[in-house]
């Protein structure tokens, strides 16, 4: 539906109210039918946001006129709210209530006294305006409420048109930070981007067949057509964009309320103040803009230079500034020089100040002047549910997360150029760390670095998951780990550089994907990697990693069956150290009673110890009862609980798939398994194992998203590794044992209809 359709068909709704109120029996004189909100599609457009108002003056009854009004719009089926307010209720309902006030500020005039309506409006709007200094704390807060509870239209995976940050509510508050007088935003601006995501509602309901403002993922390829739009994608990126444009538009126009909020109300400003802060930039309030002297069209820096001092003071980069830049300054010479690269560097190093003036860059084309391989990755969405963010913004954030861990490496001007290109080689088919290496190189040439310079950039692309997944997929105490690493990465500078990397850029995807745990597996390793790039430089052997003694239980030691269970608090859950005699099957009935408990497995570690079998876990849970889990696991071993109700048929998302990695390590064959994230999956592999006389050395687990991954080091009974026959059953016993846990359709649809 387009802006002028949507207008009529506001128009025809309003002729209804208009012709019921017009049908009643003497409409009174000093009452007034208002319409605050708008209609939105359907032929009296059944998914609407219209309320009607019938304002009266105090000492007037509208009860008859009211009754006589509401039935002609109920039985023409109306979708609209109604009420009846006098004067005085409706002028103290805006009063008391902020949510009501913004209603109100758009209140349109629809029949009965045109004076009242004048009146109420005159007067709620002059109360918003002479109390907005002290309403708009609360406004923002309730803003920033909302922006947290339901994330952005540009971010988020099921975006709410409405209420997320950059929704249609965004632009309604913006145009009453507008009716206060104290800041202005670009009309025409904020309108094209308000119809257009109008527009994707009234379709996005259309295709939903209902009043909704929640983008379900299933809907993105549906809605194509109707916004003549050519695939999902494109989809998402047009909508994603406009809710990018009015987000920018409402920090914009919220610092600005800020710096306005912190002037002196006795203190009258005839001019703007400038102080001039480096060559041909200077600070306004709160703006970075050109000074007097400024000469765009023979400083090619310029640009560079007034976005990184607005980072640095989180301060606004004027976008009319941006763009007088962008269109006067002439391209920087290739390579860059030392003072273009230093400029970078210092804006990308700004911290938090970088995001709003790197959301100025683009929204004005500056970016493209800076980065044009940018537009491969902008609005891009990521391929993971672990990611809160596109790829783009996500570039940013971690950004923001290297600028604070600049004191901790040697060169810092590496690390967040390294963050600036990390991910620039997504979007394709190819792994996008060995798509980005050969763009990086090329852009950090035009940069100006040094050759070896160059290559340190290219390399940390090329490996920047490496830490992140080889400590939580491999044994870090397997000699064969830290040679994966240091087979890659060969000084203990690029290490450094490498691990503060991996570190901004698990902290820029979300919480999860930088936890406690998670943190202690990448420093542990990368110590270990270290300490062999030290010990390698200095001609001798890697250290070699001790092995680990527990104290053996006395219960233990006298009777092998006796089961022993230790639960010690850890900062991201809890580390449960079970010991019992050795035997084929231990870990796996360990596994269960974890699984039976519904306890979530990060990692498993198992080795003998004297006789004894000993497993330490690191699981997610608080507050475990070592009590509960022995009597739990004694009962599985004796078989007083039964354990296969784990293996039961359930649907699956994704089909398990278990590859060998004989590359992993030289004492152990490794097996790595992919599946759902789903209870039971560890004591299953466990079993099977099992069931051929192999035991589990250790067992890694990572499950962020709807997939986990797990890593089993496997061992001979007799210790050793498997040799190659014995590898390929084990990873058939493992996944036959996991694809009969998957329900097939036909087997649901058969469930479904025998019941």
């Not at 105090?58 to 039985?75: R, T």
Request: glycine share 6%; proline share 6%.
């Amino acid at each position: 539906m387009t802006a002028a359709e949507r207008a009529t068909r506001t128009a025809a709704a309003d002729e209804l109210c208009v012709q019921a109120y017009a049908a009643c029996d003497g409409p009174d004189t000093r009452v007034a039918m208002v319409a605050v909100g708008g209609y939105g599609r359907g032929e009296l457009a059944p998914f609407s946001d219209l309320d009607v108002v019938l304002i009266h003056e105090d000492d007037v009854e509208p009860g008859p006129l009211a009754e006589q009004l509401w039935y002609p719009l109920w039985d023409a089926a109306a979708d609209l709210d109604h009420s009846v307010r006098s004067v005085s209720e409706t002028t103290s309902a805006a009063q008391g209530d902020l949510r009501v006030a913004l209603g109100l500020l758009d209140m349109r005039h629809l029949a009965g006294d045109p004076s009242l309506t004048l009146r109420v409006r005159t007067t709620i709007l002059a109360n918003w305006r002479r109390s907005a200094r002290e309403r708009l704390a609360e406004l923002r807060s309730m803003v920033e409420g909302r922006h947290e509870l339901m994330g952005e239209v540009a971010h988020a995976s099921v975006p709410d048109l409405k209420e997320s940050e950059g929704g249609l509510r965004d632009a309604t508050v913006l145009k009453a930070l507008v009716a206060t007088w104290l800041v202005d935003v670009p009309h025409v601006e904020l309108e094209r981007c308000r119809q257009s995501l109008l527009d994707v509602r009234d379709v996005l309901q259309d295709t939903a067949g209902r009043s909704t403002d929640r983008v379900a993922p299933e809907l993105w390829d549906q809605m194509a057509p109707a916004l003549d739009l050519e695939d999902a994608l494109a989809v998402q990126v047009h909508v994603r964009v406009l809710g990018r444009r009015i987000t920018h538009l409402s920090r914009l126009t919220w610092r600005r309320v800020e710096a306005v909020l912190e002037r002196p109300t006795s203190v009258r400003v005839r001019k703007p103040s400038l102080t001039t802060i480096a060559p041909g930039v200077a600070i306004s309030g709160a703006e970075v803009v050109l000074d007097a002297r400024a000469r765009p069209e023979t400083d090619p820096l310029l640009l560079l230079r007034a976005a990184a001092e607005a980072a640095e003071r989180n301060a606004v980069l004027a976008p009319a500034t941006a763009a007088r830049l962008v269109r006067e300054c002439p391209d920087l010479p290739v390579p860059w020089p030392a003072a273009a690269q230093q400029l970078l560097v210092r804006l990308l190093a700004a911290g938090p100040g970088l995001l709003g003036v790197w959301e100025t860059l683009e929204e004005t084309g500056a970016l493209h002047r800076i980065l044009p391989e940018w537009e491969r990755i902008r609005m891009l969405p990521h391929a993971s549910a672990i990611h809160r963010f596109t790829v783009d913004r996500h570039v940013v954030e971690t950004c923001i997360e290297a600028a604070a861990l600049i004191r901790k490496v040697a060169r810092p001007d590496l690390l967040v150029v390294a963050a600036l290109l990390h991910d620039i080689g997504k979007g394709g088919l190819q792994s996008h760390s060995a798509a980005g290496e050969p763009i990086a190189r090329e852009i950090a040439i035009r940069m100006g670095f040094e050759p070896e310079e160059v290559e340190l950039i290219a390399m940390l692309v090329r490996w920047h998951l490496l830490l992140a997944e080889t400590a939580t997929t491999r044994d870090p105490d397997d000699p064969a780990t830290v040679e994966l690493v240091i087979s890659r990465i060969t000084s203990p500078e690029a290490l450094s550089l490498l691990a503060a990397l991996s570190e901004a850029d698990a902290k820029a995807a979300s919480p999860k994907a930088w936890s406690t745990w998670r943190a202690s597996l990448v420093h542990q390793l990368a110590r270990r990697c270290l300490a062999a790039l030290i010990a390698t430089a200095a001609g001798s052997s890697a250290p070699r990693v001790p092995d680990v003694e527990v104290p053996i239980p006395k219960e233990v030691r006298r009777d092998p069956a006796a089961i022993a269970i230790e639960v010690e608090s850890a900062p991201e859950g809890s580390r449960v150290t079970v010991i019992s005699g050795d035997r084929v099957g231990l870990l796996a009935d360990a596994a269960a009673m974890f699984a039976l408990q519904r306890t979530s497995v990060q990692a498993a570690r198992a080795w003998v110890q004297d006789t004894v079998g000993v497993s330490v876990w690191q699981v997610a849970e608080h507050d475990l009862d070592p009590r509960v889990l022995r009597q739990r696991m004694a009962a599985i071993g004796e078989g007083r609980v039964d354990a296969s109700r784990l293996s039961r048929p359930a649907p699956a998302r994704l089909e398990p798939a278990v590859a060998v990695r004989p590359e992993a390590s030289r004492r152990a064959t490794v097996l790595e398994v992919r599946m759902d994230n789903r209870p039971g999956v560890v004591h299953l592999v466990c079993a099977a194992l099992a069931s051929l006389d192999l035991s589990v050395k250790s067992a890694h687990m990572s499950t962020l998203g709807p997939q986990a991954v797990d890593v089993f080091y496997v061992q001979e009974s007799g210790a050793g590794a498997l040799s190659e026959e014995r590898a390929a059953s084990a990873a058939h016993a493992v996944r036959d044992a996991l694809q009969a846990t998957i329900k097939r359709p036909a087997e649901a649809e058969e469930a479904v209809v025998g019941s």
